[in-house]
T-cell receptor, first 116, second 114 residues
Framework: GAVVSQHPSWVICKSGTSVKIECRSL??????MFWYRQFPKQSLMLMAT?????????EQGVEKDKFLINHASLTLSTLTVTSAHPEDSSFYIC????????????FGEGSRLTVL | AQKVTQAQTEISVVEKEDVTLDCVYE???????LFWYKQPPSGELVFLIR??????QNEISGRYSWNFQKSTSSFNFTITASQVVDSAVYFC???????????FGAGTRLTVKP
């Protein structure tokens, strides 16, 4: 089946630094990618939708200047958490839509961010 | 806007018991897709099933079965003869149309005790 890879799987950083998480579709072209955030023992909350070559659409309450999303190619989207703070510590999961074929959605393995 | 409700926060059963996880959804679209995912402690989402709004047939896959009822807007998931390895958080999700985002329910944490 289709594979979506996220990197890094986990990252620990100091408060105030920026962290970039990559989401790659390995064997299909992803016209649309979605970024989710999951706090401990909670559900996945959609943060933003990114379409290749255009600006991301953010959900209400998500700061676009803090969570920078770039979808520069059909196989790569990046989420940059800028000036990270401890409250940004969370599990970030991306998903990619195989727009050329079934339109099915595939999820990455997730990236666990811990901000000290 | 679509909405998914999983009223059961946590369920605990003993191995070999059957267990049903409830999912109720809300949508104004006539075309939508319902999903179930399993999330083990590792965090990765494991796809279990997708059902579109035009297909109300129930499905069975091994010990897993799903009951989709549009009349009650429900898409319940039953595990027969549960096993310890079934312990995980299970999410029900809804996508309005094939090209739209997916919204998740709050999840149900299932613990199967030996």
């Amino acid at each position: 089946g289709a594979v979506v890879s996220q990197h890094p799987s986990w990252v620990i950083c100091k408060s105030g630094t920026s962290v970039k998480i990559e989401c790659r579709s390995l064997d299909f072209q992803a016209t649309t990618m979605f970024w989710y955030r999951q706090f401990p023992k909670q559900s996945l909350m959609l943060m933003a939708t990114s379409n290749e070559g255009s600006k991301a659409t953010y959900e209400q309450g998500v700061e676009k200047d803090k969570f920078l999303i770039n979808h520069a190619s059909l196989t790569l989207s990046t989420l940059t958490v800028t000036s990270a703070h401890p409250e940004d510590s969370s599990f970030y999961i991306c998903s990619a839509r195989d727009g050329a074929n079934t339109g099915e959605l595939f999820f990455g393995e997730g990236s666990r961010l811990t901000v000290l | 806007a679509q909405k998914v409700t999983q009223a059961q926060t946590e369920i605990s059963v003993v191995e070999k018991e059957d267990v049903t996880l409830d999912c109720v959804y809300e949508t104004r679209d006539t075309t939508y897709y319902l999903f179930w995912y399993k999330q083990p402690p590792s965090g990765e989402l494991v796809f279990l099933i997708r059902r579109n709004s035009f297909d109300e047939q129930n499905e069975i896959s091994g010990r897993y079965s799903w009951n989709f009822q549009k009349s009650t807007s429900s898409f319940n998931f039953t595990i027969t003869a549960s096993q310890v390895v079934d312990s995980a958080v299970y999410f029900c999700a809804l996508s309005e149309g094939m090209n739209n985002d997916m919204r998740f329910g709050a999840g149900t944490r299932l613990t199967v005790k030996p």
